[in-house]
């Protein structure tokens, strides 16, 4: 009886504060789609390479990659507030919070939110990180931020410097939370289902596969996990926090090895 009155306060509670989220016609999925790829390409194949020739040194290239996919994930999630603005007039937490879909998880049997739910995150977290064992195309290896993170270079340069180390945490968050996925879970998902029914996730799978066309060699790893443990998981449990929260284990992963490597 306690449970049930419980998963009803929940549910009555964020229907108070639910908005309006209209859908999107596929031209203008794409066009948003289009507002976040295009310029990380540009950034990555033509300004990195232009701002290198301005550093020093062996890293200078990794550094201006860093510097510039930076840039522009910030772009995506100024886009994000932009969108919003427009569509909601505000950016109250409480609308942006129903509008992004920044919320406790939902079970899609139950109704029950938050909880026991969030259980969900640990096979997901599981087969995001076996992701890595999956056989990719050949990486440039001078656009491998695992590979600089590995070399003497790479380990000499970070040796000490906190400066960096923020700058590297910034970018983690902008990909995993506050840039990427707040674009594709939180904003672009909610809103495919007019145009693509049951398989909206799909879709979303497959647009942000195809948005890494700053680093390409991952678009079929991307598209073949992410779609399902970012996308699919994300609508079914009605909740961006689920894709952030998964997608976020790798930025803590990276931001401990690079606050290592300063350390030492």
């Known amino acids: 009886m306690t449970a049930t009155r419980s998963t009803q306060h929940t549910t009555l509670s964020d229907q108070l504060h639910d908005v309006e989220v209209p859908q999107y016609s596929p031209l ?16 990555a194949w033509g300004v990195a390479p232009r701002l290198a020739d301005a550093l020093d040194g062996p890293t200078a290239l990794s550094r201006a990659l860093i510097l510039s996919l930076t840039a522009g994930m910030f772009w995506e999630l100024v886009l994000v507030l932009v969108l919003v603005r427009r569509e909601q007039g505000t950016l109250r937490w409480s609308v942006l919070k129903s509008a992004l879909w920044l919320r406790a998880p939902q079970s899609p049997r139950t109704g029950r939110r938050g909880g026991r739910v969030w259980w969900v995150l640990v096979p997901l977290m599981v087969v995001f990180a076996a992701e890595e064992f999956l056989p990719v195309l050949p990486t440039p290896a001078s656009r491998d931020l695992g590979l600089f993170l590995g070399s003497h270079a790479g380990q000499q340069f970070l040796s000490g410097n906190w400066l960096w180390l923020a700058i590297c945490v910034v970018m983690f968050a902008l990909n995993t939370a506050l840039g990427e996925e707040l674009l594709f879970r ?3 998902l909610p809103r ?5 029914g049951r398989w909206d996730w799909v879709a979303n799978g497959v647009l942000f596969a195809v948005y890494h066309l700053h680093v390409p060699w991952v678009i079929p790893q991307t598209l073949l996990v992410d779609t399902f ?32 490597l300063v350390l030492k």
């Open 192 to 196: 495919m289902q007019g145009a693509f």
């Open 28 to 43: 203008r999925v794409l066009g948003v789609w289009a507002a976040a790829a295009l310029p990380m390409a540009v950034l």
């Open 229 to 260: 443990v970012l996308g699919y998981s994300s609508r079914r449990y009605r909740s961006a926090l689920i894709g952030i929260a998964v997608h976020s284990a790798q930025a803590v992963f990276f931001t401990t090895l690079v606050f290592g």
């Open 186 to 188: 939180g904003l672009l």
